[in-house]
């Protein structure tokens, strides 16, 4: 491993509260000599430091596992929401994608449904109200159940869980043209919907989640696949479809709550 | 209580109500791009297809209500799904944020929409109603054979209807992959086929049709032996008409069916 260090030109949005006005800062004085071997947040976090000592306020972001599990992380790097790097977290970016004497844009995820709290950092409460609309399965929690016990056929069972990697970050809303939620949206859906015991909320719960989406304020999918080129799970705007497809059902046929 | 009519409280049910509306205006689209393929027949067959469908009243009007009908919802559905979409990000970027995926064709959607709209007005004026000639020519609504001719050899008309093709043939290309999406025809097995079904019919019919005006211009279509045929059937079929004009609409829409 190299010691390689290098020097960026470094912009980052700053912004008091959710109306005030912010603009882009010019940090490069103190985004000097990061190692390449620094993840992105490691990198601010650097500037932080110096910029502390220099009697600045310093740039507010979100962050917590910084392993890309958690969702905490995320801003948008040079147009593109975590960065350059395919199917990664801001936290898992690193330095060593960068050239040395590179312009560096970070701005917040924008949408009007993610308001700014502070700088970077945005306020995502929207896909809980999602969540909280159907996100879940009504059943007695009491003991753990036998494992095995409800047959799930393979195919169902990968799909499900390559819905389930969904991390909740908003990268999609920030990537969409039209600030939609429809990848998230769809991930969490289809996370349930595909299991056996997800079947009996089904489609209540597909009316309810795209319902909680609409007056959150999010954008309509206008299939353009930016989400899916965003999200750093490589979700599929497959199961968009899928979402389509169930409300479809679930409006014409009136089947709420229903089986069959 | 839910029912179909719920379907436009939400973007995805109002999108699917624009993919079902796309698809009539889509298969339409198909069926008159086979129409006019006759024209490569010869100027006989191409007069009696005209002919054939317009003394078709239920065929002809029943297809003039349904896709005014589409059309209009289609239109107001898609203009406020835009609005929603352009009002969901107040606060834009401000360092532009850089599309990775998407096409040119996804992008235009909603400027090839009202050029579309646009396009359509002029080509029922054009070759329906009132009925406009280019050229010095006069419009004769039997011998539409001699109004395609005479029209496209305007370079101007033919590089409107080219231009509008082209515009056709984007908004097909995106317009049939997202509808296929918006009514949830997913299937793993076939998903890879999905875009390449659409570029597929997109190139057919936006090409097919732009064939028609580049022929006439390229002299493939229109000389003047054809022309003369042209005007003989058209007398002929009115002359038939004058003679027989109470069963001859009964037999042709028979004939049709
Ligand atoms: C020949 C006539 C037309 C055909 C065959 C057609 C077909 C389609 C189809 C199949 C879709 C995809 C539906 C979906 O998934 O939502 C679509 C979308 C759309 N159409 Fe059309 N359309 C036509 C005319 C028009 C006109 C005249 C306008 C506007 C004035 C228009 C505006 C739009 C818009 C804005 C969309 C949504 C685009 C998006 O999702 O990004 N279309 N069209
Ligand atoms: S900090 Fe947890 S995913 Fe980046």
């Known amino acids: 491993m190299s010691d390689d260090t290098i020097d960026l030109k470094l912009f980052v949005w700053r912004q008091e509260g959710p109306d005030a006005p912010g603009d882009f800062q010019d940090y490069s004085k103190y985004a000097k000599g990061v190692s390449t071997h620094a993840s992105f947040l490691e990198m601010l976090d650097l500037v932080n430091e110096r910029m502390s000592a220099d009697g600045e306020r310093p740039i507010v972001f979100d962050h917590d596992c910084r392993e890309g599990i958690c969702g905490c992380c995320g801003a948008v790097i040079n147009g593109i929401p975590h960065g350059p790097q395919k199917q990664t977290t801001t936290c898992q970016l690193h330095m060593r994608q960068f050239e040395n004497g590179a312009e560096i844009y970070v701005e917040p995820f924008r949408a009007g449904a993610f308001p700014i709290v502070k700088d970077l950092m945005v306020d995502r409460s929207s896909f809980d109200d999602i969540i909280q609309a159907g996100g879940f399965i009504s059943v007695r929690t009491g003991s753990a159940p036998d494992a095995n016990e409800i047959p799930i056929p393979k195919e169902s069972a990968d799909a499900s869980m390559d819905a389930a990697t969904c991390i909740g970050c908003g990268a999609c809303v920030a990537a969409c043209p039209n600030a939609s939620a429809s990848l998230f949206t769809a991930a969490k859906l289809a996370h349930l919907n595909m299991l056996p015991q997800g079947q009996a909320e089904r489609y209540k719960r597909t009316r309810l989640m795209i319902q909680a989406h609409d007056d959150a304020g999010f954008g309509g999918c206008t299939n353009h696949r930016e989400c899916e080129a965003a999200c750093p799970k490589g979700i599929s705007t497959d199961f968009i479809a899928r979402a389509n497809r169930d409300l479809l059902v679930a409006t014409v046929t009136g089947k709420d709550g229903r089986l069959v | ?257």
């Not at chain 2, 509306?21 to 010869?42: A, E, Q, R, S």
């Not at chain 2, 305007?154 to 590089?159: G, K, L, R, T, Y």
């Not at chain 2, 515009?167 to 086929?193: E, K, N, T």
């Not at chain 2, 045929?229 to 009964?250: C, I, N, S, V, Y």
């Open chain 2, 1 to 257: 209580m839910t029912s179909a009519l719920t379907l436009t409280r939400t973007t995805i049910g109002q999108k699917v109500v624009v993919a079902v509306t796309g698809l009539i205006l889509f298969g339409f689209v198909i069926g008159h791009f086979l129409g006019n393929l006759i024209l490569f027949v010869g100027p006989e067959a191409f007069i009696d297809y005209g002919w054939t469908l317009k003394h078709n009243p239920p065929l002809l009007w029943g297809t003039r209500i349904t896709l005014l009908v589409a059309v209009v919802t289609h239109i107001g559905l898609t203009m406020s799904l835009a609005r929603r979409n352009a009002s969901a990000r107040p606060s834009r970027y401000k360092k532009a944020r850089e599309d990775q995926v998407t096409s040119y064709a996804a992008r235009t959607m909603v400027i090839s929409g009202p050029l579309l709209a646009g396009y359509i007005l002029f080509h029922i004026a054009h070759f329906t109603a009132p009925g406009l000639a280019f050229g010095g020519a006069e419009f004769d609504h039997v011998n539409i054979y001699a109004n395609v001719v005479s029209s496209f050899n305007v370079w101007w008309v033919a590089a409107i209807y080219v231009f509008a093709n082209a515009m056709l043939g984007l908004h097909l290309f995106h317009g049939a992959w997202s509808a296929l999406q918006s009514v949830g025809a997913q299937h793993p097995r076939y998903d890879s086929i999905r875009r390449n079904l659409a570029i597929g019919l997109a190139v057919m019919v936006a090409g097919g049709n732009m064939m028609i005006p580049l022929a006439v211009r390229g002299g493939l279509v229109g000389d003047a032996e054809q022309l003369r045929a042209a005007a003989e059937h058209a007398e002929e079929l009115r002359a038939e008409a004058g003679m027989l004009t109470g069963d001859h609409d009964d037999v042709s829409g028979e004939e049709l069916e």
